[in-house]
């Protein structure tokens, strides 16, 4: 029995005199979270919802971000735009995250153009530049994510954790398509297939837009990507902070409407 009721602090620390190390040293074998996959790229990282003080500095964080926001297309060149609509909290109607103005028949045109036109250099780019673009978009999304989690809750209705869970998922797959373009592309063997059309549904609005959207550029194709029309805003902060890590305007195009008109 005194053997099975030992203080297991103490054994640990007479364990580590033993073998002449410090006590509570991690084993060389188990990855710390941000290593978990090794050396082919860095792990996301999420607040612990379950640290009360985390939470409490989390939500002024997110407080900070709720200024009213004008959602419009991104485009390489001017937008005409169309109709506007107002954009609500799903889960609060009173709150009005502010507008969004629909993309026009001649501006998916002129994103079509861009597209077209910047396709060859794109496809050009070596894959290494185009997966540094995406880790730096990463990074960039991870240091925001307050805001990104803000506008998860608010636009999408979102719980935290599941916030929490969506802008790991969108980082995790911008590191892993750079890591995979990076380590298996050659622009010699892998033929980029040129203008691509990036629908996203509502429900994953973050996650799901930006793992399509990362695939398409990574592989050298440019893109015009158009959200669902009830989360706009997160998709446009998705685009933004592709084009702040360095990725051109025309290879990624933002294209807000309604399905059977934009769509």
């Known amino acids: 029995i005194s053997d099975l009721v030992q203080d297991p602090v103490l054994r640990t620390e007479q364990d580590a005199l033993q073998e002449d190390k410090a006590a509570g040293q991690p084993h060389p074998q188990i990855a710390l979270p941000a290593q978990m996959y090794g050396a082919a790229r860095r792990n996301s990282s999420g607040p612990d919802l379950s640290h009360e003080p985390t939470l409490r500095q989390l939500a002024a964080q997110m407080q900070m971000h709720t200024q009213p926001m004008q959602v419009t ?22 709150d009005v995250l502010g507008s969004v103005q629909y993309a026009s028949a001649a501006d998916v045109n002129a994103a079509l153009q861009a597209a077209s036109s910047i396709a060859p250099d794109w496809a050009a780019t070596p894959p290494a530049q185009r997966a540094a673009f995406l880790e730096r978009a990463a990074d960039l999304l991870q240091a925001d994510g307050p805001r990104v989690m803000s506008l998860l809750v608010r636009e999408a209705g979102k719980t935290w954790a599941h916030a929490v869970a969506e802008l790991r998922e969108a980082v995790d797959f911008l590191r892993y398509y750079a890591a995979q373009v990076r380590r298996d592309f ?14 996203s549904p509502w429900n994953f609005p973050l996650a ?56």
């Open 73 to 94: 297309p991104l485009l390489a060149t001017h937008f005409t735009g169309a109709e506007r609509c107002n954009l609500r909290n799903p889960a609060d109607h009173s």
């Open 186 to 199: 050659d622009n010699a063997t892998h033929t980029a297939l040129g203008p691509v059309v990036c629908i």
């Open 208 to 263: 799901i837009f930006v793992g399509q959207v990362a695939a398409a550029l990574a592989a050298g194709n440019p893109v015009l990507a158009k959200p669902a029309e009830s989360t706009p805003g997160v998709a446009a902060l998705a685009v933004q902070t592709l084009w702040a890590a360095g990725v051109p305007k025309a290879a990624v195009q933002l294209l807000p409407g309604r399905g059977a008109e934009v769509g």
